[in-house]
């Protein structure tokens, strides 16, 4: 091996991601410094409508912002000579702020992406290293596997999407899939599969058991299922199909014990939810068609998110409070939850676990064909004949939006519960003094036996104040439960106590979520760049062995050299070194 040879493999070593070279970019128009356009009010919309994808620093004068320019330049230098496609932007928030009212950011300094004019974040700490090694994530730079170790460690994490270019041929089909790669959906709520790319020798191939010019997806939400694309290799919009068909995470797994930042995200009304053991015997062909009936569904409305849970992996309470589920009859099963107020329940008529009958299930319930599960007592006759209004869970919710032009102060209890029975007494109080009031109307709701608002988290006793037509309530927290309190409470319109922690946790809300996003994030960062550091010494430690020592070597050394030793032993002066090296290795002019 010459030495050019092993300067070359070395320089593969300390790459892990394949430069994205097929449409470079015309870096030559609009207004720029430093190769990094100049965005101001003016420019701004053309650019984003204009430039596919735009690595871009938003900042405000002061030293925030000079650290993030600075970091930001270290990244562009190392990007840019990554991908051809990906042009750089700098705007000045405090000196043009037009670009931040259609393109709103919480905080300043910071690093965005445009792609295809929609725009992603990068949340976690301004530092040169992490935000590269963030755009390679967002602009699903594919990850060069050079040995086959590589590829099987990545699928132990994520689903893999793997091209197999050796030497990125043939060329049309590589560029293919590169443009592929940077055009497919970038996600940081969701677990999206990443890229990969062989472009190494055919051993690799062997190893695995792949064939030049093959797109492979390797499912981790599938239990590793491997599909491969059938279709033409040049043909952009059918690949991109495939890919987002078998690739994208339409079902979401959750065990509705901790946050899930796309099952619990505000992006859609409803959840549907199915619940089967991932050991049953039918669960592989039931999941499949869950999934076609979530894709299907996906194209048409983005107001349905399909979630897959193992029973296993559910609190049982969770289950049969919650979900209203049978553990000994129902299972399996689906269920539709609707982000409402009452966090209302909708359950199938009758069990049908096919695409159709998914999909079935859930245009009945977005369209108002299913009305939702409510946990209840029977109406008791002259429940509305006193101060206090008795409401079972099949009147709850249309006593409240039925009251127009009056608030609805309700009591949730427990009866027999010592603290429920005292503040039952003082709400009795309460409403038979203000029995004359026009503007509100008092009622209690037995939470044992009927469904209320089950899943907002109210402990009983509770009470609350619904506003006229049920579109804001308040829960009472005065530190007196009291009648004269309860009055003062109803009359202020809430107000005679302080904020509720609902109204302090709105205003909070973005702020953890973009933490959420940062941590989730940091952490991505760092399994990519421990991941880069930990194949870069397999790479070496494979290079090493696959290594022969043939350059360094003494003459005396060379096989040719000792067999003339051999043949001319006897006459020492026959031996001519200049003679014998150009022989064994060549003649070289120096």
């Not at 204009?50 to 871009?56: E, G, L, M, W």
């Not at 990850?143 to 197999?164: A, H, R, Y």
């Not at 992006?267 to 869950?290: C, I, N, Q, W």
Request: glycine share 6%; aromatic share 12%; proline share 4%.
């Amino acid at each position: 091996m010459t030495m050019n040879k092993i300067l070359f493999m070395v320089f593969l070593v300390s790459i892990t991601v394949v430069d994205l070279t097929h449409g470079k970019i015309d870096r030559t128009t609009y207004a720029r410094e430093d190769e990094v356009l100049v965005v101001d009010d003016w420019n701004y919309k053309n650019i984003v409508k204009n430039i596919n994808f735009i690595f871009t620093v938003c900042y405000e004068k002061g030293r925030e912002g000079k650290l993030a320019l600075e970091e930001f330049m270290k990244a562009k230098a190392v990007l840019i000579n990554e991908c051809e496609d990906l042009d750089f932007a700098r705007v000045d928030i405090s000196k043009y702020a037009e670009p931040r009212k259609d393109y709103p950011m919480v905080l300043t300094p910071c690093i965005r992406l445009f792609k295809k004019n929609k725009f992603f974040d990068y949340h976690g700490e301004i530092i040169a290293k992490h935000i590269i090694t963030w755009a390679h994530r967002a602009m699903n730079m594919p990850l060069d596997i050079k040995v086959s170790k590589e590829l099987e460690e990545l699928k132990k994490s994520t689903s893999v999407i793997l091209g197999v270019f050796p030497n990125k041929s043939p060329q049309r089909e590589y560029e293919t899939f590169i443009e592929a790669s940077e055009n497919y959906v970038y996600d940081p709520k969701i677990e999206l599969p990443r890229f990969a790319v062989i472009t190494t020798q055919s051993r690799v191939l062997r190893e695995l058991g792949v064939s030049e010019g093959q797109v492979i997806i390797y499912k981790k939400f599938q239990h590793g299922e491997k599909v491969v694309f059938q279709g033409n290799g040049r043909d952009g919009a059918a690949l991109e199909k495939f890919l987002d068909d078998e690739s994208y995470p339409y079902v979401h797994k959750h065990d509705f014990r901790g946050i899930h930042k796309k099952v619990n995200s505000l992006e859609a009304r409803y959840r549907h939810v199915l619940f089967m053991d991932g050991d049953d015997p039918s669960f592989k062909a039931t999941y499949k068609s869950y999934r076609d009936a979530a894709r299907t569904y996906s194209a048409k409305s983005k107001d349905v998110l399909f979630v897959y849970s193992d029973p296993k992996e559910v609190p049982e309470d969770t289950m049969t409070g919650y979900f209203h589920i049978d553990l000994t009859r129902d299972l399996p099963c689906n269920r539709i939850i609707k982000r409402d107020r009452f966090n209302s329940k909708f359950r199938p008529s009758r069990l049908d676990l096919s695409s159709r009958g998914f999909l079935k299930f859930t245009d009945d319930v977005v369209g108002g064909k299913i009305t939702r599960s409510i946990k209840s007592e029977v109406q008791p006759s002259g429940w509305d004949r006193t101060d206090v209004k008795y409401l079972v869970g099949t009147t709850y919710e249309s006593f409240i939006f039925q009251n127009k032009q009056k608030s609805v102060f309700i009591l949730y209890y427990g009866p027999g519960q010592q603290q429920s029975d005292e503040i039952a007494m003082e709400l009795e109080k309460a409403a038979y003094d203000m029995r004359n009031d026009r503007t509100v109307v008092f009622a209690k709701l037995d939470v044992v036996q009927n469904d209320g608002e089950i899943g907002s988290e109210l402990q009983y006793p509770s009470l609350v104040l619904h506003f006229p037509g049920g579109q804001r309530s308040k829960t009472y927290n005065g530190a007196e439960f009291k009648a004269e309190a309860f009055t003062r409470f109803v009359t202020s319109g809430g107000t005679s106590t302080p904020p509720d922690a609902y109204e302090r946790m709105m205003s909070d809300i973005e702020e953890d979520m973009s933490k959420a996003e940062a941590q989730l994030e940091a952490e991505l960062i760092k399994a990519d760049e421990e991941r880069e550091a930990l194949w870069e010494q397999d790479e070496k430690e494979a290079l090493e062995k696959s290594l022969v020592r043939e350059y360094g070597q003494t003459m005396d050394e060379l096989p040719e050299h000792i067999k003339y030793e051999r043949e001319h032993g006897e006459n020492p002066l026959e031996h001519d070194p200049e003679e014998h090296v150009n022989a064994a290795i060549g003649h070289y002019e120096f």
